[in-house]
């Protein structure tokens, strides 16, 4: 007998694996650039240029990007900064069977260390944390109806489905001219520069996925009015962009990660020829996913009064949102400089990111803890150390609410800073208030067994015979009504006519039950 079959269209996690790796060398300070006294101020980023799976190994190429501010033992220009790449060429095992599924690398820089070893020579050292996983998309075909027949009986259940809607990568150029405001001064000698994302939100709308956001951008550098002068800049730079994507409509659920690479800032000449307008440009790299909640009603049971139609059953597993949830936690906190240190004459750039260290399930809870790592950079009261810079861990903890959530159940939490500021208490002091933004999306592992298709076989005879033509029958503890007149070969209808009961059976009913066949 033929039956329908629908399809539930999702991803699933098939390969997971993660490693450090600890890319380091010793680099000599250009030719150009004066010795090195102290090193002030480091950045640290990863850019992953090339993936190949071979042999059940996958195999990555890609770089450190480092920039570095230190103190010359030039007087007229004590501080200076080097930015450089350095190369690495990794593997890691991933079996042969997620050949050809959609990978996944993640890549974040777990701890920088870059330290002088003589004043021409500087020794860089990085801990990069590196997650895969491989992901396949998966049919999940199930009975949801049979033809309408007269002899056929059938029992459905419902059930929860997620399936997902579109699963793609893309990217995005983003490119921003401004000026620097008329009351700092021109730009002689750029020395430093950040662009960092912050606050980024997506939105599904039609056909099309909304991502927005803030790019934090910091400048450093030399003045022309004073001969050594050093001027600083931050501002916060909106941008908005959009991914088409066929299908995408408000109402669905939106997973996903975004990554910036190729960040450059470039200074150019302004009308009157000086050196104050400013591009800054990032590539937005998003990895999207879109998933649609809902119901199924598949088909449980079924059984013939003319035939034995037996069904053929495929247990399958799937994956189920539990939640897709959004929390915040505020931090404010006072940083007293260490002895010894100069004293704050100005802020110019306090920087926070999250390194998550530990995640503990407790029942429904998730509770995340881990550090905040705060810099400060500040121009400093001794005119031999115009420049210093601040370090400090703070730890923070913060738990989620996940209702249903159980051992079985997978989730991914994304950390980052929403919002940072510094402000200078007194010299020797300043004040850190940020705010932490949590994402998690939490899934719930399901098996299920469903019918696939059915077989149409002749009675038993046998066993026809050995069931009585009429029989009453008391209801037993847990039994219904489907139950028992799928064993005796007649429909539930029938069973309630002949009985008159209204078809709400309990332990202990009295039915009359006639055989419908033989």
Known sequence: MEINLQSIHMNRVKCRNALRLTVDDDVNVPDNKPDVRAVIWKTGDVRLNEKKLAGGRLYL????????????????????????????????????????????????????????????????????????????????????????????????????????????????????????????DSIAELLYWELVPRNMEARAKEDVLEAKGELSLFLLWRGNREEGMLESYETIIPFK??????????????????????????????????????????????????????????????YATDCSLVPVRQEEEYETILLKNDSRMRVSERLSLAEG?????????????????????????????????????????????????????????????????????????????????FGMVRSGEAEMKAELAFSVVAMENRREEMIVDTVREEFEEDRLEELPSMVGYTVKAGETLWDIAKRYYTSPEEVIRLSEHTGEVKEGDLLLVVKAVG
Not at 122 to 127: F, G, N, S
Not at 359 to 367: A, D, P, Q, S, Y
Not at 393 to 420: K, N
């Open 61 to 184: 190429k890609g770089s450190l990007v480092y920039h570095v501010l230190y103190l010359s033992e030039e007087g007229m220009s004590p501080v200076q900064s080097v930015r450089g790449v350095l190369d690495f060429d990794e593997s890691l095992e991933l079996p042969e069977a997620c050949s050809g599924d959609n990978i996944t690398v993640r890549t974040e820089v777990e701890e920088l260390e870059i330290g002088m070893i003589h004043s021409r020579k500087l020794a860089i050292r990085a801990l990069l944390g590196i997650m895969v996983h491989a992901e396949e998309l998966h049919d999940v075909r199930a009975a949801v109806a049979l033809p309408e027949a007269p002899s056929v009986h059938t029992k459905t259940k419902v059930i929860p489905v997620t399936s997902i809607v579109a699963d793609k990568k893309d990217t995005a150029r983003l490119r921003e001219e401004l000026f620097l405001p008329s009351g700092k």
């Open 241 to 302: 962009t959009g991914f088409e994507i066929s299908g995408c409509r408000e109402g669905l659920i939106e997973d996903v990660v975004f990554h910036f690479t190729n960040e450059n800032v470039s200074v150019k000449e302004d009308e009157d020829g000086e050196e104050r307008l400013l591009e800054a440009e990032a590539v937005l790299e998003a990895e999207m996913k879109l998933y649609q909640e809902g119901e199924l009603e598949l088909l449980s049971d079924l």
């Open 341 to 421: 240190m100069p004293g704050i004459l100005q802020i110019c750039r306090g920087s926070a990111e999250i390194k998550p260290d530990v995640c503990i399930r407790e029942g429904e809870n998730l509770k995340l803890s881990g550090m905040l790592d705060v810099n400060l950079l500040y121009i400093s009261e001794e005119d031999d150390k115009p420049l210093q810079s601040f370090h400090k861990e703070l730890p923070f903890a913060h738990q989620i609410e996940i209702r249903g959530l159980t051992p079985e159940s997978t989730y991914d939490i994304r950390c980052q800073v929403a919002e940072s500021s």
